[in-house]
């Protein structure tokens, strides 16, 4: 059965099977990129959904069907993207599709065993990407522990730069001056502030803009370069020494295994008596507790008045939401939130939540960044994406090939687009915090910031 919607003729075509939570955040984003895009799913209610809402195919039936990768269209598709609930229906859809056609493949793998053999999987089956969400959202979370008075770190130029967005408090040495001011008095050497949310607003700030208390900024620097800029206006840079984590399920696993190695003392709070025994096994130097993280009393034994850090890791969002909230009550731990659900996102981001990490828009940002490199044209390739505030601002970090309109010319004499940044170059190795007498080279690698959509090559950075 199909239900059939007009085509695009414009992009890439791009086949989607699974129209859960992730695929239907990558119909929505690919969308906008005007791709040709089918989508599989056994679930008809699921399928009327979308095509109600985008132009887009749908067929219902199994995605690891010949006959229902046929009639979407996998002859003549250029990506599939296998992003079911189950890892071997993701891992055989794939595998289907490449002997059924020409595309590149991506299946989303959860399974830990499988995440471990990514390389092999990826080798053996032809596979274009794996993508793991709960692992994604790990190393985000462990990122922000690492400088905790950060609201989101994100990793760029391989990770040699950071992108990290702040909240300036009253009384803060930035406030009350303009950009360009700052940058007159040292203080932000070898940084780049390159967006500011401003009560619900967010731009990209020129060198007049007056940074106030409360306003949400994002700068990026070298690593080291930014710790010191924290440090210098006020903010702590250490890492945290504890972390007390509700929820032992994957992205709690994969995260502990990563605050472990880096000597971060570890507790987990997990009410299945199965999986603590799980963890307790597989995770050797952590302190399992097993226990309903509802009980107030519960996380007063454990010690959440007196942890630097706590993350609340269960299956539900309501309850992440209230635990967070509960432990900036009691405690000055910095306190991270993972949130599943990618609607009301305004009224989450508007809560006193500290940080939010939402695995389905990290996995979407993955996979865009590909499907955007492939469609790429001029030899540039797109290495990393990542939204900010929502998706009103993308970073998006370019590797140069061949020469064109952007190289070779100073940034000063450049007709870009407007609300578009070059934030960073990176140059075999050395990151350049770049100014306007600075130009781009073929083999750069180059971090854009912008509000403009339809950003896939580096020429699309130019006004014309």
Known sequence: ??????????????????????????????????????????????????TDRYDVFG???????????????????????????????????????????????????????????????????????????????ARAIARNLFMPTA??????????ADMVRIKLPQGNVLTGKTIRELGQEGR????????????????????????????????IAQIRHGRNFLKNIGFQTHQVGDA??????????????????????????????????????????????????SNADLLQEVGIESAESVVALTGFDEENILLTLHAREVSNAKTITKINRLTFHQVIENLDLGSVVFPKYITSETIVAFVRAKEASLGSEIETLVQLFGDRIEAIEFRVGAESQVTGTSLA????????????????????????????????TVIVVTTQKGIDGIEDILAG
């Open 1 to 50: 059965m199909n239900i059939r919607k007009k085509k695009k003729a414009k992009g890439l075509h791009i086949i989607i099977v699974g129209c859960g939570k992730v695929g239907s955040n990558l119909v929505d984003r690919l969308i906008e990129d005007e791709h040709n895009i089918s989508v599989i799913d056994q679930d008809a209610s699921k399928i009327q959904q979308i």
């Open 59 to 137: 067929v219902v039936g199994n995605g690891a069907s010949f006959a229902v990768q046929m009639e979407a269209g996998v002859d003549q598709a250029d990506v599939l993207i296998a992003v079911t609930a189950a890892d071997e229906l993701n891992l055989l859809c794939c595998i289907v599709a490449k002997q059924s056609g020409h595309c590149d493949v991506i299946a989303r793998v959860r399974t830990p065993e499988y995440s471990e053999e990514a390389e092999y999987l990826k080798k053996q089956l032809g596979l274009a990407m794996i993508i793991n969400p709960d692992l994604l959202a």
């Open 151 to 160: 609201l989101s770190v994100n990793a760029f130029a391989r990770g040699q």
């Open 188 to 219: 932000l050497n070898d940084v780049l502030i390159c967006a500011v949310e401003r009560d619900g607003d967010v731009m990209i700030p020129a060198g007049s803009f007056v940074l106030q208390a409360g306003d949400v900024i994002v700068f």
């Open 244 to 293: 007390l984590l509700i929820g032992g399920g994957r992205t709690g696993y994969y995260l502990a295994k990563m605050l472990l190695d880096a000597g971060v003392e570890v507790k987990i709070v997990e009410n299945d008596p199965g999986r603590c025994e799980e963890l307790s096994e597989i995770l050797s130097d952590a302190v399992v507790i097993r226990g309903d993280a």
């Open 413 to 444: 004499d450049l007709d870009l687009k407007e609300q578009v940044l070059i934030t960073c170059i990176n140059r075999n190795g050395r990151i350049i915090i770049p100014r306007g007498s600075d130009a781009v080279q073929s083999g750069d």
